[in-house]
């Protein structure tokens, strides 16, 4: 891919990058409602024959896949001027697995279940790794060519407008799987979201790195790996940070559960799924952008409390909810955290650091952070032995330490501006 070196007039160059950025976020989180890791994927490895702990896996792999290559990824992102080419590269890979995913469901999910969930979870597994190499450039990208002021309300934006094309791709979803069989149902479904990522994908194509980034020498691997305990020892704000976010981090072991423990215990059908997908996407249309401008406003840290409050109130719901009808109010809180925390998170670990750093600092917190998600197996095999509501409990005690770590230990950090 040639970037182009010429670049239009400043302020006309931020406003289409701007625009841009918002459309391909957009259609991208809209492709979400029909792989959703939280509703529909869950569903379709129960359907598959997979039990607590295969579904525990899946809550591994939707994290620790995507944050242990950061790291190394870091070290090559770093080293280039431009950012675009790794963004693109990586991230057709990650659709192109996804095309294949669709086809193993295709053709075992109806006669061989168990090949098709072993070809599932691998497939994704790979398929989350490829999100991971391409995150520290991508996100790199996305901070030089968005104002420090303005990312809060792009993401934000993103993530509204995404919600309202995931409302109506939430009731395709549900029309699919309620009219088709097992296995066409879930496959129409990731076809669906490959063709929409494709086309965001190709907005992508169009964004203008206009700027070579101040670029690191690239070191070996043993000397890029000794200077990171100096990161975290001469800056206790980032490990405060991280210490915080761990134990967060603990506290989403239920999230791959809440659907389980609907469809298991509360007699919630396929149709349910749906609409709990739904109410997620739709409350995500209205807090993201709340969320953005108290961002920009008031700081990162002010909205990871938010989602990691969201997040407790969740678990709790799950936990004494009686009905499907109350279960609803599970994905009205998990809307407000899964479309705010993750973003808000990238963005303020780049505050730590300097510029010319952003993917190291982004490689070195998701990598630190990647382990902890094996929680997910962990609470699949508590799950399995003294039952999901346990579960629940324990992501509950997790988000409330981890709120109290935010609010007294972490500090908001000063912005870094453009390196240009």
């Known amino acids: 891919m040639t970037v182009a070196r010429e670049s239009p007039e400043p302020n006309r160059l931020r406003k289409r990058n701007f625009v841009l950025n918002a459309a391909e976020g957009a259609i991208f989180s809209s492709s979400g409602a029909f792989v959703n890791p939280q509703t529909v994927l869950p569903a379709l490895v129960a359907r598959l024959g997979g039990g607590e702990i295969a579904v525990g896996a899946l809550g591994v792999m939707v994290y620790a896949c995507v944050f242990l290559p950061q790291l190394l990824s870091a070290r090559y992102v770093e080293t280039h001027a431009w950012k675009k080419r790794w963004a693109l590269t990586w991230g057709a890979v990650h659709r192109s697995l996804l095309l294949v995913m669709a086809g193993a469901v295709f053709a075992f999910g109806g006669t061989s279940p168990a090949l098709a969930l072993g070809l599932f979870l691998f497939l994704y597994m790979l398929m989350q790794s490829a999100i991971g190499i391409a995150t520290p450039g991508w996100f790199d990208l996305f901070a030089k060519v968005t104002s420090p002021n303005q990312r809060g309300r ?136 709340i969320n953005g401008f108290i961002a920009d406003r008031f700081g990162n840290k002010s909205v990871l409390v938010i989602a990691a409050a969201a997040l407790l109130c969740a678990s709790l719901t799950a936990l004494v909810a009686p009905t499907v009808g109350w279960y609803v109010l599970v994905y009205l809180f998990l809307g407000v955290n899964v479309g705010t925390e993750t973003m808000a998170r990238y963005s303020i670990s780049i505050e730590f650091g300097p510029v010319k750093k952003r993917s190291t600092y982004i490689g070195l917190m998701n990598t630190v952070l990647a382990p902890l998600y094996l929680c997910g197996m962990l609470g699949g095999i508590l799950g399995a032995r003294w039952g999901l509501k346990t579960v629940f409990a324990i992501g509950a005690a997790f988000s409330i330490a981890g709120i109290l770590i935010l609010l007294f230990r972490v500090e908001e950090p000063v912005r870094h501006g453009s390196p240009h």
């Open 154 to 289: 792009l993401i934000g934006i993103r993530t509204s407008m995404g919600g309202g094309g995931a409302l109506v791709c939430g009731f395709i979803l549900t029309w699919f799987l309620g009219r088709f069989l097992f296995p066409f149902s879930f496959v129409a479904a990731i076809l669906v979201a490959f063709v929409l990522q494709a086309v965001s994908f190709t907005l992508q194509v169009f964004l203008v790195e206009a700027e070579p980034s101040v670029v690191h020498t690239r070191r070996p691997v043993i000397t890029f790996l000794r200077e990171l305990p100096d990161i975290l020892r001469n800056n206790p704000p980032f490990r405060r940070f991280l210490e915080a976010s761990m134990v967060l981090t603990v506290a989403t072991m239920p999230i791959g559960f809440f659907t389980v423990h609907a469809l298991q215990s509360l007699g919630a059908t396929e149709a349910n799924v749906g609409e709990f997908t739904m109410m997620m996407v739709a409350v995500q249309m209205v807090s993201a952008p």
